[in-house]
């Protein structure tokens, strides 16, 4: 929560250390990973975001907010269809997992592919 609201203010040091703290106490706190790929992209550090959002969702593959995180990372930087085919894949190991079928949702809009979204959402709308 400190590290949260740390960055939402602004102070990303502060944010930073707080959620390495949390790692430091419990590795596998998928979260932590999260929000330090959070504060890496409003550092501008593309690279740095996509290792901590990875590294999130090795530790819970179903996390959403990683995969949203994800997909919207990848398609700011002109490689939605590159994760496209890695979520499908991904979705074909974890069917159950709505996270991955809502980040296709976004990923396949962002390549004006509407019919095929609308059938995605359609399938997350149904499940959930």
């Given at each position: 929560?400190?590290g949260?609201?740390?960055?939402?203010?602004g102070?990303?040091?502060?944010?930073?250390?707080?959620?390495?703290?949390v790692?430091?106490?419990?590795?596998k706190?998928?979260?932590?990973?999260t929000?330090?790929?959070?504060?890496?992209?409003?550092?501008?550090?593309?690279?740095?975001?996509?290792?901590?959002?990875r590294?999130a969702?090795?530790?819970?593959?179903?996390q959403e907010?990683?995969?949203?995180?994800l997909?919207?990372?990848?398609?700011?930087?002109?490689?939605?269809?590159?994760?496209e085919n890695e979520?499908?894949?991904?979705?074909?190991?974890?069917?159950?997992?709505?996270?991955?079928?809502?980040?296709?949702?976004y990923?396949?809009?962002q390549?004006?592919?509407?019919?095929?979204?609308?059938?995605?959402a359609?399938?997350?709308l149904k499940?959930?």
């Open positions: 929560k400190e949260a609201e740390a960055a939402a203010r102070n990303l040091e502060q944010g930073e250390r707080a959620f390495k703290a790692l430091d106490s419990n590795p706190a998928d979260y932590a990973w929000n330090l790929g959070m504060i890496a992209e409003r550092r501008g550090d593309e690279a740095g975001a996509e290792q901590a959002y590294k969702l090795e530790l819970k593959p179903e907010v990683a995969w949203d995180s997909a919207r990372l990848y398609c700011r930087s002109r490689r939605c269809a590159a994760l979520l499908r894949q991904k979705i074909g190991e974890l069917p159950t997992a709505l996270g991955l079928r809502t980040a296709l949702v990923v396949l809009m390549q004006n592919k509407y019919e095929v979204a609308a059938s995605e359609k399938k997350v499940a959930d």
